[in-house]
């Protein structure tokens, strides 16, 4: 998608502060922080969001949520806990309309969230 931002971060159009990269995602901090750690991770294929994940898509879903296992452990929060985050939809907070899961840590994160 040409006007996707994070299409636009994958292919060096727009800088991004990289954690981890490798042939099927991305991880990058968040320009906007909610919590002392606050990352995004994207598919490099690009799907709107997750009423777009089907049969042929869906195991980037189990690989995203692997990535972000190895992450929280390389960065010393795996144990004390964390939080991940996907937006489904304008009503529910999604404005970049490329799917995506925040990973907030490193603070209590209180229940029911906002």
């Known amino acids: ?57 869906s195991s980037i879903v189990g690989y995203i949520f692997e990535v972000i296992a190895k992450i929280a452990k390389e960065q010393g929060f795996a144990e004390e806990g964390y939080r991940i985050v996907n937006n489904c939809g304008e009503k529910a907070g999604q404005t970049v309309h490329h799917i995506h899961f925040h990973v907030l840590a490193r603070r209590d994160l209180g229940w029911p969230p906002g």
């Open 1 to 57: 998608m040409e006007d996707c931002i994070f299409c636009k971060i994958i292919k060096r159009e727009i800088p991004a502060n990289i954690i981890y990269e490798d042939e099927r995602v991305l991880a990058f901090y968040d320009v906007d922080p909610k919590a002392p750690f606050h990352m995004l991770v994207i598919p490099k294929e690009h799907i709107e969001g997750a009423n777009a994940i089907t049969g042929e898509n």
